[in-house]
Nanobody
């Protein structure tokens, strides 16, 4: 049984920063790529960032490039999302996912394993 537990969300002013964490258990963490996704109110869940199993490749949605950084610590079974220069439109529930695959093109297949999410609210 895969478990993903996100943390680190909160309320921050525009221009501020947050660091999200996702602790994983249940499958060999270092064997899987990981992704961050978000769902804003009234919108579909969307891709934010992904990182390969070893951390050597990372991919970002266009509006995350240059502001967000995904990283992982395989010794701690944890993936992180450092978010800087936050904007009100970044307000959403953020989820991590243990991806089934992550191709060199950046295309991916998410798994059925999602955490409960962590709320990020950016005030203007």
């Amino acid at each position: 049984q895969v478990q993903l537990v996100e943390s680190g969300g909160g309320l921050v002013q525009a221009g501020g920063s947050l660091r999200l964490s996702c602790a994983a258990s249940g499958r060999t963490f270092s064997s899987y790529a990981m992704g961050w996704f978000r769902r804003a109110p009234g919108k579909e869940r969307e891709f934010v960032a992904a990182i390969s199993w070893g951390g050597g490749r990372s991919y970002y949605a266009d509006d995350a490039k240059g502001r967000f950084t995904i990283s992982r610590d395989n010794a701690k079974n944890t993936v992180y999302l450092q978010m800087n220069s936050l904007k009100p439109e970044d307000t959403a529930v953020y989820y991590c996912n243990q991806l089934e695959n992550l191709r060199y093109s950046g295309s991916y297949k998410s798994s059925d394993y999602w955490g409960q999410g962590t709320q990020v609210t950016v005030s203007s």
